[in-house]
């Protein structure tokens, strides 16, 4: 019995993560995004009103958001 083989750490010679823990981060990001679009969804249904009224302004917000995480900002 080995007590320091672990097959959910990373694999020493290589340094990757294990299929499982890249599964279980998968399903991690799958979850937490599943609970920010309920999130948005109750808060646009809440606020419609007021948010309907203002789409010219998002669209503007959305502009600088795309560019620094959707496209990377100026890094390349």
Do not use: Q
């Not at 299929?19 to 419609?48: C, T």
């Amino acid at each position: 019995m080995d007590l320091l083989n672990n097959s959910h750490s990373t694999d020493a010679a290589s340094g990757l993560a294990s299929p499982s823990s890249a599964r279980s981060r998968k399903n991690l990001r799958a979850v937490l995004l599943m609970l920010v679009l309920i999130g948005a969804f109750y808060l646009l249904r809440e606020h419609w009103e007021r948010v309907s009224g203002r789409w010219a302004y998002l669209l503007l917000l959305v502009c600088p958001l795309v560019h620094l995480f959707w496209h990377g900002g100026h890094r390349r």
